[in-house]
């Protein structure tokens, strides 16, 4: 586990990816310390994990399910993206969505989710990725404990680095169980939105507008 850990050199804040991708071995090894400490909440917590049948295996379970899933955009390497030289034929703005959000709130450790939405306008020299790998992208960041706004942060600027287009928005529209699940307690339709724009879509109020139109098209499911 120290090779997993003390290699970084820095702290690791809690929505960045390692210094370096984890191998599955290492994996495993962080799953077993992570299941003796979940072991040790459970004692404290005065909840059985030895006798309650419900519970025998659930330290295990709930160690392995943040590492190889609800955590592993911070474990794993950025999604391999296939990609194309923009053609002189396309020279209008493209949006895809809704794109699944699945996250979990770093305050709380709560469940996120909802919707995202990518708008991409390609760029002289740029590079055009498949539709999926949008997908892809976004369960990759979203798979690590989250601040919405730092989502879509993430999500941009790998696509700026990555495709280089001439304008990008990418918004999500999402429920964050911190609300609804403790605290005020709030009705499941209360959302987080918020929006991030780059490139000529900061200072083109028309294509802002388009993108922004298309995103509330695509949220009521028109054509």
Known sequence: MSTSIHRLGRPCRCNESLATPL?????????????GKL???FTILQISHRTDQHMRETPRRVAKMYVEEVFAGRYTQPPRLTDFDAAPTVGGLIVTGPI???ST?????MP???EAYIGVLPGPGGKIIGLSKYDRIVDHFASRPQVQEELIGQIGQYLMENTAP????VRISAVH???THRGVRASHKSRMVSTAFYGD???DKALKAEFLGECQSLERGGL
Do not use: N
């Not at 001439?166 to 928005?169: F, K, S």
């Open 23 to 35: 191998s599955a071995a290492e994996r495993a090894v962080m799953i077993d310390a992570a299941a």
């Open 39 to 41: 072991e040790e909440l």
């Open 100 to 102: 699944q959000v699945r």
């Open 105 to 109: 709130c770093a305050h709380h450790m």
């Open 112 to 114: 996120i989710y909802g």
């Open 166 to 169: 001439a304008a990008l928005g």
């Open 177 to 179: 169980m911190c609300k």
């Open 201 to 203: 879509m900061l200072t």
